[in-house]
T-cell receptor, first 115, second 109 residues
Framework: NAGVMQNPRHLVRRRGQEARLRCSPM?????VYWYRQLPEEGLKFMVY????????ESGMPKERFSAEFPKEGPSILRIQQVVRGDSAAYFC?????????????FGPGTRLTVL | QKEVEQNSGPLSVPEGAIASLNCTYS??????FFWYRQYSGKSPELIMF????GDKEDGRFTAQLNKASQYVSLLIRDSQPSDSATYLC?????????FGAGTTVTVRA
């Protein structure tokens, strides 16, 4: 049973380009969370999604960042017009529906480097 | 005040010893508590979760929770070099995990 899948694992973009990060949750999981880990900093919550719904995007920067989790296909975190400060590791986590503990399992992450 | 605070480390312990990691949290409404292990350059890996006061043991790991003191800890018994990693404490009241900055543990052979 595959775990949480993320791709690409490494992504290099020049300033002003767009970055698209993909996440496929574990089989049977319908809740997806995105976290960002800046160099030498802790993990910070960005957004929580269920299929076709954004439940909580309180951790997302107000501009340039968006996320979706369509009915079919992976969840996408999109960063438009990237800047050097966006360089970080972006982790996706998933949890099963109706889990009383909301235990989240993390994918391998996408390491974004902005030149 | 940070939401979740961990002892700063780094923590160096000899092989076979007990490593003790501490975490305090500020939100009294927190309900679930997690310990993740993160090797350098890798993703967080769930070690244990706990949601009731007291101790919970899983192999060489024991999590302890005291909600009155807003304190959760992790003990690693018989520490092995493979336990060398950063340990992240995470707390949630709903679904949003709040992480501490992590404690880096080095087990000396």
């Amino acid at each position: 049973n595959a775990g949480v899948m993320q791709n690409p694992r490494h992504l290099v973009r020049r300033r002003g380009q767009e970055a698209r990060l993909r996440c496929s949750p574990m089989k049977g999981h319908s809740h997806v969370y995105w976290y960002r880990q800046l160099p030498e900093e802790g993990l910070k919550f960005m957004v929580y999604l269920q299929k076709e719904n954004i439940i909580d995007e309180s951790g997302m920067p107000k501009e340039r960042f968006s996320a979706e989790f369509p009915k079919e296909g992976p969840s996408i975190l999109r960063i438009q017009q990237v800047v050097r400060g966006d360089s970080a590791a972006y982790f996706c986590a998933s949890s099963p529906p109706d889990s009383p503990i909301d235990t989240q399992y993390f994918g391998p992450g996408t390491r974004l480097t902005v030149l | 005040q940070k939401e979740v605070e961990q002892n700063s480390g780094p923590l160096s312990v000899p092989e076979g010893a007990i490593a003790s990691l501490n975490c305090t949290y500020s939100d009294r409404g927190s309900q679930s508590f997690f310990w993740y292990r993160q090797y350098s350059g890798k993703s967080p890996e769930l070690i244990m979760f706990i949601y009731s006061n007291g101790d919970k043991e899983d192999g060489r790991f024991t999590a302890q929770l005291n909600k009155a003191s807003q304190y959760v800890s992790l003990l690693i018994r018989d520490s092995q070099p493979s336990d060398s990693a950063t340990y992240l404490c995470a707390v949630t009241g709903d679904y949003k995990l709040s992480f501490g900055a992590g404690t880096t543990v080095t087990v000396r052979a």
